[in-house]
């Protein structure tokens, strides 16, 4: 079964930078596009970006191309959310995710994914 593990969320002051990691199942992250998700209390779960199985990225929001970026190692099994200039606003819980199927690899829309990961907390704080 598909598993996602994320991780390297902690608390980290305004302006600085943090990079999480979603680690996956064997072979996933070579035929599975992976999105990352971000949800803060008392608001709706929101898409942030995905990386398709060519390594293109599609961007959920055009409000997070500045500061997020997505990158893949696949020896690793590993996607990364890279997130730089962080802001209180970017308080949440981040998750990664991958669609049922394969999709010929490509990135879905944000209600089309179904294996999630538990999620990692991201803090920004002074």
């Known amino acids: 079964q598909l598993q996602l593990v994320e991780s390297g969320g902690g608390l980290v002051e305004p302006g600085g930078s943090l990079r999480l990691s979603c680690e996956a199942s064997?072979?996933?992250?070579?035929?599975?596009?992976i999105g990352w998700f971000r949800q803060a209390p008392g608001k709706e779960r929101e898409g942030i970006l995905c990386?398709?199985?060519?390594?293109?990225?599609?961007y959920y929001s055009d409000s997070l191309k500045e500061r997020f970026t997505i990158s893949r190692d696949r020896a690793k099994n590993t996607v990364y959310l890279q997130i730089d200039s962080l802001e209180p606003e970017d308080a949440a819980v981040y998750y990664c995710?991958?669609?049922?199927?394969?999709?010929?690899?490509?990135?879905?829309?944000?209600?089309?994914?179904?294996?999630w990961g538990r999620g990692t907390q991201v803090t920004v704080s002074s």
């Open positions: 995710a991958a669609p049922a199927g394969l999709r010929n690899g490509e990135c879905p829309g944000v209600r089309d994914y179904s294996y």
């Open positions: 064997i072979f996933v992250v070579d035929y599975y596009a």
């Open positions: 990386i398709n199985r060519s390594g293109e990225k599609v």
